[in-house]
């Protein structure tokens, strides 16, 4: 990469080839941080695991219920359009009641895998 890049999400989320069978597409993967798209389907499944990375979930369009285990406790936190979202790495967390669906932009830290 050049040091510079721009991404146009209409060209991104318009490119369904670009997505794998779980709704992501990354577009960005870099020393320091990976970012993608994360589109749930109205009625889909959240099937993710937690990730060994840190990561911030930028919510695009749609709402619904982040639900985490954070610690002994689980937490269920709404998100609607405009949310941010940071979970800590491997910390188990899903999205529920999207039923009109989700779509979010996420980065990855990639501290762990880099050494920072």
Known sequence: ????????????????????DEGWQQFLDCASLRSGLYVLPPGGEDKQSPHRQDEVYYVLRGEGQLVCEC???????????????????????????FSQGLTLLVFFSKSEEVGL
Request: no cysteine; charged share 35%.
């Open 71 to 97: 610690g002994e406790n689980e937490k269920t936190l709404p998100v609607r359009e405009g949310s941010v979202v940071f979970v800590e790495r491997n910390t188990p967390h899903r999205f529920e009641d």
């Open 1 to 20: 990469m050049d040091g510079v890049k721009v991404f146009e999400l209409p060209a991104l989320l318009g490119n369904r080839k670009a997505f794998d």
